[in-house]
């Protein structure tokens, strides 16, 4: 495995992908820990998840600086992703025996209750967009709810798979809680499929969440699948234009566009859409583009280059088919994997650009009639991960609240995570849900207790 630095195309570390036999005494020791591990008191877990959150802060700088080599992020970001980690860890520590707790059920028993236990171990596989986010947006729920952890993350980001895996074991968590697997996707299936694992969980690309999911379901196991998103950022004609613009810009955006729940489709009522374009594609154009670990950048390279080929090819096959270019879509002459802040307008229903996910600094308007046009455009796509919607019309935020296809919804405001809240996609853009209690109760068995 190979980290090359996205900003500069060298290669920075490489790693020796695990041996058959090395995964093997990875399985072991998870299965012996998640034996001892389920019977620890939640207080006891809560102490280590809290020292996590303390360590994470205190070396915060360091880990964002990987972060921002191994893909790219801006340092700024980097160093607000780890804040957001130790937030989770934190949150979990302090909420997860509430959340756990047995809840009565009155039945004809004297006694009947429900009950919330571990499964033991859960692989996670996790992308490099987020590559400490993503992971313990898992970690905490699942280490607080009393399962292990089996990682195995991007192949371009091994170095903050190693760093994950440290921070969890300084912090005081027995030896085979949280291990990292340095292995391909082709190992995965394997790992599912063994009889120690007893759930796995994806966050990814939609073709990779199939995958994990027909392995899982081949061995009936428990899955939660994240995936792509194209969601729709709807602005309609009582919305504060100005907020809405500059909002969009930002969730386009962030992380150089690399984000399953960033806005890329900004579905305008045509009574304004010309003005938006103006506010939009002047935001887009005052971003700056370099390097990420300067302050003052607001826009890094993408992850890596074939990730250009492809945002580009989605770019150049969508102008051909009849889209306007505002800004942006020409590949700068410089090194690295940069896409420059692209916006198209006219995009319509054959376009890659209204269609597919498009993983990068591009965002699509499409002009909609009426708010009836609106909410068939959002909805007209095979994802169904989060959605944005500007207007200060109850009855209109009503109308959104109830119709658009979404795991969530966002009135007035940017599409986020927040481990407060359950976060998740319906249709293509995945099955079950994370963060909140509806994210810790995903990896546990919950038994219904019946006593005369």
């Given at each position: 495995m190979r980290s090359i630095n996205p900003t500069t195309n060298e290669t920075l570390a490489e790693y020796p992908e695990l041996t058959p036999a090395e995964v093997e005494a990875k399985l072991a020791l998870a299965d012996r820990r998640a034996k001892a591990y389920r019977h620890t008191q939640i207080a006891e877990r809560a102490g280590m998840m809290a020292a996590t959150a303390r360590l994470l802060r205190e070396r915060r700088d360091g880990y964002a600086h990987l972060m921002t080599l191994e893909m790219g992020k801006p340092i700024a970001a980097a160093e607000s992703e780890v804040e957001k980690c130790a937030w989770a860890c934190d949150y979990y520590a302090e909420n997860a025996a509430a959340m756990l707790a047995d809840i009565p059920a009155p039945s004809d028993a004297s006694n009947s209750r429900i009950i919330f236990q571990p499964l033991g171990v859960v692989l996670a596989v996790m992308p490099w967009n987020f590559p400490f986010w993503q992971c313990f947006r898992f970690i905490a729920p699942a280490l607080m709810a009393g399962n292990v952890g089996l990682l195995k993350h991007a192949s371009n980001v091994p170095g903050c798979a190693l760093a994950i895996e440290e921070v969890l074991h300084d912090a005081g968590f027995p030896e085979g809680c949280f291990q990292t697997l340095l292995i391909g996707s082709h190992a995965v299936a394997d790992v599912i499929h063994d009889a120690r694992v007893a759930a796995a969980t994806l966050t990814g690309s939609e073709g990779a969440g199939r995958s994990v999911g027909a392995a899982a379901g081949r061995s009936l196991k428990k899955v939660v699948l994240e995936l792509g998103g194209s969601d729709p950022f709807i602005i309609m004609p009582s919305a504060d234009l100005d907020a809405?613009?500059?909002?969009?810009?930002?969730?386009?955006?962030?992380?150089?566009?690399?984000?399953c729940i960033a806005a890329k489709r900004f579905i305008v009522h045509e009574a304004i859409a010309e003005r938006f374009e103006q506010a939009m594609t002047a935001g887009m154009l005052a971003l700056r583009v370099g390097?990420?670990?300067?302050?003052?950048?607001?826009?890094?390279?993408?992850?890596?280059?074939?990730?250009v080929d492809d945002l580009d090819r989605q770019v150049q096959e969508s102008i051909r088919l009849?889209?306007?270019?505002?800004t942006g879509g020409k590949r700068p002459a410089m090194p690295g994997s940069f896409y420059p802040p692209t916006v198209l307008?006219?995009?319509?229903?054959d376009m890659p650009a209204y269609r597919e996910e498009t993983f990068g600094p591009v965002a699509a308007i499409i002009r909609a009639r009426d708010i009836d046009d609106?909410?068939?455009?959002?909805?007209?796509?095979?994802?169904?991960?989060?959605?944005?919607?500007?207007?200060?019309?109850?009855?209109?935020q009503e109308r959104f609240v109830s119709e658009i296809e979404a795991g969530s919804i966002f009135i007035n405001g940017m599409v986020k995570s927040d481990p407060r809240l359950p976060f998740g996609g319906i249709k293509s853009s995945g099955i079950g849900r994370e963060l909140s209690q509806f994210g810790i109760r995903e990896f546990v068995n919950v038994k219904t207790v019946w006593i005369a």
């Open positions: 809405a613009a500059t909002t969009a810009v930002t969730a386009r955006t962030i992380n150089n566009g690399q984000s390097d990420p670990m300067d302050r003052s950048i607001q826009i890094g390279p993408l992850a890596r280059t074939e990730f009849g889209a306007r270019l505002l307008a006219d995009v319509a229903p609106a909410i068939r455009i959002a909805n007209d796509s095979r994802f169904g991960l989060g959605a944005s919607a500007w207007t200060t019309d109850a009855a209109e």
